[in-house]
T-cell receptor, first 111, second 113 residues
């Protein structure tokens, strides 16, 4: 079955690194995504990774994928107050355009 | 600049009313989606459409219907609104080829009283 799980809350100090974790159950997932939702706004794609990759880096963002454990993480280096938002992990199979979302992790960055 | 526009940011409706939520995209995308977002539950798919007049049920279609008469517009209909349909509703669209980004509208916060 399809299920994506995330912890609900993470608090870090400004300048520290943040690591947001996600687990998924469907091993046939082809694409895995991280979306960001700022207060009062829709979701914006931050980054994505193909299931045949282990890591992807994009400026301050690093995505790690452990296919064996079905574990995805998003690391934000030098976290800023503007990074405070809800972060959603999502998966999609190649055969479908349907996105399965996790519950979202609320990141709070303290000054 | 790509755009998915939802007709209302906030709506307050009475129990039993018929409610229409409209979504328009200007990117010529084939696929459009309606999600509802509730605290601790993330985004749950209500319905999606992969072409004009085509629709498929998502994970929680009960109490909802949809209409896609034109490619750019995807409407979510609550036939008889109930208080448990109070939620944030998000529309999204994806182009029909390859792995591409899903673009989201700003959301409609619906309160049913």
């Amino acid at each position: 079955g399809e299920d994506v799980e995330q912890s609900l809350f993470l608090s870090v100090r400004e300048g520290d690194s943040s690591v947001i974790n996600c687990t998924y159950t469907d091993s046939s997932s082809t694409y895995l995504y991280w979306y960001k939702q700022e207060p009062g706004a829709g979701l914006q794609l931050l980054t994505y990774i193909f299931s045949n990759m282990d890591m992807k880096q994009d400026q301050r963002l690093t995505v790690l994928l452990n296919k064996k454990d079905k574990h995805l993480s998003l690391r934000i280096a030098d976290t800023q107050t503007g990074d405070s938002a809800i972060y959603f992990c999502a998966e999609r199979m190649d055969s479908s355009y349907k996105l399965i979302f996790g519950s979202g992790t609320r990141l709070l960055v303290r000054p | 600049d790509v755009k998915v526009t939802q007709s209302s940011r906030y709506l307050v409706k009475r129990t039993g009313e018929k409610v229409f939520l409209e979504c328009v995209q200007d990117m010529d995308h084939e696929n459009m989606f309606w999600y509802r977002q509730d605290p601790g539950l993330g985004l749950r798919l209500i319905y999606f459409s992969y072409d004009v007049k085509m629709k498929e049920k998502g994970d929680i279609p009960e109490g909802y219907s949809v209409s896609r008469e034109k490619k750019e517009r995807f409407s979510l209909i609550l036939e008889s609104a109930s208080t448990n349909q109070t939620s944030m509703y998000l529309c999204a669209s994806i182009i029909g080829r390859g792995n591409t980004e899903a673009f989201f509208g700003q959301g409609t916060r619906l309160t049913v009283v």
